[in-house]
Nanobody, 115 residues
Framework: QVQLVESGGGLVEPGGSLRLYCVAS????????MSWYRQAAGKERELVAS????????NYGDSVKGRFTISRDNAKNSVYLQLNSLKPEDTAVYYC????????WGQGTQVTVSS
C-alpha cells in the first residue's frame, strides 16, 4: 500500500534553514506529481510546492516563493523540500503528497521557527 514517510523537521531560529525528506513506497513513483503541504495549528492545510514526474514543472505557494526549493530523485523514490530564510509563520506540520493517492497523508514532520 501507499506509504509516505516525512522527516527532517525540527526547531530552527528565524532566518535559518532546514531540509525536509519524503520517501515513498507502494506505488510507481516517477510519473506522479509530488507535493509538499503544511498545516499550522488552527489553520487549513495549504499547498507549499509541487513538482511533476520529470521535474519539468514546479510550482510554489506565494508565501514561500524565493525561499523554498522542491526537488525529487526518482531513483530513490524521494522528494525534498529545502527551506531557507525561515520565518515564524512557516511553523507548521509539513506533509508530502502524491497525485497517485491524493487522499493519503503520512504522519508529517514538525517545523518550528522560533528564537
Amino acid at each position: 500500500q501507499v506509504q509516505l514517510v516525512e522527516s527532517g523537521g525540527g526547531l530552527v531560529e528565524p532566518g535559518g534553514s532546514l531540509r525536509l525528506y519524503c520517501v515513498a513506497s507502494g506505488f510507481t513513483f516517477w510519473p506522479y506529481v509530488m507535493s509538499w503541504y503544511r498545516q499550522a495549528a488552527g489553520k487549513e492545510r495549504e499547498l507549499v510546492a509541487s513538482i511533476s514526474g520529470g521535474s519539468q514543472i514546479i510550482n510554489y505557494g506565494d508565501s514561500v516563493k524565493g525561499r523554498f526549493t522542491i526537488s525529487r530523485d526518482n531513483a530513490k523514490n524521494s522528494v525534498y523540500l529545502q527551506l531557507n530564510s525561515l520565518k515564524p509563520e512557516d511553523t507548521a506540520v509539513y506533509y508530502c503528497n502524491t497525485d497517485f493517492r491524493p487522499d493519503y497523508w503520512g504522519q508529517g514532520t514538525q517545523v518550528t521557527v522560533s528564537s
